[in-house]
Structures are given as structure tokens and as C-alpha cells.
């Protein structure tokens, strides 16, 4: 069964840093790209950033280009996504969300979704 | 950016009716390797998205066969033949043919 394990949300102020990790298990993770998808409470879906399965081919929403930086430990089947110089506006929930057999295009499987709050 | 519009925005139903959703692309989804990537999502209440349909009309294992999808170019639907309960929920379309990959705004399915 596949699982995709976020954590490292919380709150932080504008300005600031956190480090999202997804634990993943249930599939050859080093197989399929990976993404990460945020969801503002009660609001819409936006694509954050894709990395593809060895690591060499990465993708940003131009929202978080030059402050969000994706990427993946093939052996410890963890994908991670370091965000800096935080925004009020970057307050939502972030999904971890497996690739499929065509890459991100058919993406699948997603995580429970971690909460990341900017606010003073 | 591809942009992706879904209507209705808000479709009541009543258990045991048909239900229909449009999405509408801003572009073409013919990818270079003759597929389609279009996607649904279905998100109920206080869960993460499931997917549903990829590639327009294959139905992802374990969902129901009430739920169909078709469409071509930049006109795609999504249809349910007998909405049940378990149905509530907001439904996104989703793009991967262009990146940034983009969702429609979803549909929220609610029973009358």
C-alpha cells in the first residue's frame, strides 16, 4: 500500500524558514517523480514544484521560484522541500503527491498534508 | 499557464440522479506522445484528493463504475450515473499536459 508521510509544517513568521520532509513506503520510490501540491484552508489546488526520479529534473511554480528548493534521498525514500524567505501568501496546506507511470502528468497518490502558517 | 474552468461550481443532486461536471482548458491537452493528460480528483469533506480519472476516461482501481470521464482537446466532463452519498465532496480537474500543471477551481458536489 502506497504511504506518503508529511511532516515539518507549523507556524512561522514572514521572512523565515521551514523544511517539509514526506516519508514515503509502498512503492520503488526512486521510480517515479515526486511533487509537491498546496491547498490554501477551504480553497483551490496550486502545483509548488516536481522533481523527477533521479533527482536532475526539477520544476517551480513561478510563486515560489528562488525561494522554494525541492529534493529527494532516493535511499532513505524521502522527498523534502526547504522553503525560505516565507510569505504570508504561502500559508496552506502541502501535499506530498506521487508521480505515476508518465511522470507528474499522471500523478496519483497523495499524502494526509501538512499545515504550513505564515503569520506575525 | 494553462487555465482550467469547471462549471458548475456548485451542483446539489439528488441520491440516485445523474450528475455531470465540465472542465474546460485554456489550451489544447494533446501531449507530444498522443495522450491526454487530464485528471479528476475527487476531495471529500476533511481528506486529501483521490484520484478518480486519468487520461481523460480510465478509471483509477477500486472506483466505482458510476463514475466515467471523457472529452478531447480542450472540452473534458466527468459524469456520475447515480450520485450516493459517499459522493459528497469537491471535484478538481487537473492538467499534466503543460507545465505548471494547473486544477480547475473544483466542483462542489453536495446532496439536496
Known amino acids: 500500500e502506497v504511504q506518503l508521510l508529511e511532516s515539518g509544517g507549523g507556524l512561522e513568521q514572514p521572512g523565515g524558514s521551514l523544511r517539509l520532509s514526506c516519508a514515503a513506503s509502498?512503492?520503488?520510490?526512486?521510480?517515479?517523480?515526486m511533487s509537491w501540491v498546496r491547498q490554501v484552508p477551504g480553497k483551490g489546488l496550486e502545483w509548488v514544484s516536481t522533481?523527477?526520479?533521479?533527482?536532475?529534473?526539477?520544476y517551480y511554480a513561478d510563486s515560489v521560484k528562488g525561494r522554494f528548493t525541492i529534493s529527494r534521498d532516493n535511499p532513505k525514500n524521502t522527498l523534502c522541500l526547504q522553503m525560505n524567505s516565507l510569505r504570508v501568501e504561502d500559508t496552506a496546506v502541502y501535499y506530498c503527491?506521487?508521480?505515476?507511470?508518465?511522470?507528474?502528468?499522471?500523478?496519483?497518490?497523495w499524502g494526509q498534508g501538512t499545515l504550513v502558517t505564515v503569520s506575525s | 499557464d494553462v487555465v482550467m474552468t469547471q462549471s458548475p461550481l456548485s451542483l446539489p443532486v439528488t441520491l440516485g440522479q445523474p450528475a455531470s461536471i465540465s472542465c474546460r482548458s485554456s489550451?489544447?491537452?494533446?501531449?507530444?506522445?498522443?495522450?491526454?493528460?487530464l485528471n479528476w480528483f475527487q476531495q471529500r469533506p476533511g481528506q486529501s484528493p483521490r484520484r478518480l480519472i486519468y487520461?481523460?476516461?480510465n478509471r483509477d482501481s477500486g472506483v466505482p463504475d458510476r463514475f466515467s470521464g471523457s472529452g478531447s482537446g480542450t472540452d473534458f466532463t466527468l459524469k456520475i450515473s447515480r450520485v450516493e452519498a459517499e459522493d459528497v465532496g469537491v471535484y478538481y480537474c487537473?492538467?499534466?499536459?503543460?507545465?505548471?500543471?494547473?486544477f480547475g477551481q473544483g466542483t462542489k458536489l453536495e446532496i439536496k
Open positions: 487537473m492538467q499534466g499536459t503543460h507545465w505548471m500543471h494547473t
Open positions: 522533481i523527477g526520479k533521479k533527482g536532475t529534473i526539477i
Open positions: 509502498g512503492f520503488t520510490f526512486s521510480s517515479y517523480s
Open positions: 489550451q489544447s491537452l494533446v501531449y507530444s506522445d498522443g495522450n491526454t493528460y
Open positions: 503527491v506521487k508521480g505515476g507511470p508518465a511522470g507528474a502528468r499522471e500523478s496519483d497518490y
Open positions: 487520461k481523460v476516461s
